[in-house]
């Protein structure tokens, strides 16, 4: 992708990445699927592992959620879960296509950092969740009750993800 973020319009370029998120229970994994076009989280899923299970799972939630086009373009680090048989064989399966960032080069997916900064800022701070479920309904609400609802962009004119695309379909 070359560092451009940008699209031009929604379901046309994604970026995935996986999290860390602490529990007494020990760590829970975040991956999530965010659409350059509206900064939506448009699939994520949460688990106690980091298999290629989590991401797969959510890019199926987005391809659950929306109807994604063949060439969407899906763009992830070089994690072993983004380079798996399980993932790829879904990627070609759905027509969808594949980029990876350069080895090590966190800046290569800034977006998604962006949004996990975002997110432990305004969530989770110092917390440690008492449990994964804690933590995961907690995670829940951010994503869907408030961050692609009710959260403010600079990088798509202040509005929230939400608004950006019914922004999107209203002139379409």
Sequence with gaps: MNREFTAERPDQAYVGDITYIATKEGWLYLAVLIDLYSRSVVGWSMAEHMRASLVTDALRMACFKRRLPVGLMVHSDRGSQYASNLFTSLLKEKGYLQSMSR???????????????????ELIGDLVFSSHEQAKQSIFEYIEVFYNRQRKHSTIGYMT????????SASA
């Design 161 to 168: 993800p939400e608004q950006c695309d019914l922004a999107f």
């Design 103 to 121: 080895l090590g080069d966190c800046w290569d997916n800034a977006p998604a950092e962006s949004f996990f900064g975002t997110l432990k800022t």
